[in-house]
Nanobody, 123 residues
Framework: QVQLVESGGGLVQAGDSLRLSCTAS????????MGWFRQAPGKERDLVAA????????WYSDSAKGRFTISKDNVKNTVYLQMNSLKPEDTAVYYC????????????????WGQGTQVTVST
């Protein structure tokens, strides 16, 4: 198993940048592909970005392409989500997740979840 703890959320203005971090403990971090999801009030939780076990491949949702960057540091057991040019519609709780199932990066089926961190983007 792996335990995940997110940090870095907060209140920012439209156009600002924010970097989320997710630190893992437990089994070898390099054995997991990682993803960032988000859930806005009244909406489903959606996959925003994903990265392969060793960071060689990434996947982004259409809303994240060109603005968000996911990265993974297997030494620090941490995955990051750099978010630039933030918009009010990016407001959501952001969750970090891990999977060892070896499915395609765009597959939202993850086994382990963090508790989430709130991101609020004001106009």
């Amino acid at each position: 198993q792996v335990q995940l703890v997110e940090s870095g959320g907060g209140l920012v203005q439209a156009g600002d940048s924010l970097r989320l971090s997710c630190t893992a403990s437990g089994r070898a971090f390099s054995g997991y592909a990682m993803g960032w999801f988000r859930q806005a009030p009244g909406k489903e939780r959606d996959l925003v970005a994903a990265i392969s076990r060793f960071g060689g491949s990434t996947w982004y949702s259409d809303s994240a392409k060109g603005r968000f960057t996911i990265s993974k540091d297997n030494v620090k057991n941490t995955v990051y989500l750099q978010m630039n040019s933030l918009k009010p519609e990016d407001t959501a709780v952001y969750y970090c997740a891990a999977t060892s199932r070896g499915r395609s990066l765009g597959n939202p089926d993850y086994e382990y979840w963090g508790q989430g961190t709130q991101v609020t983007v004001s106009t």
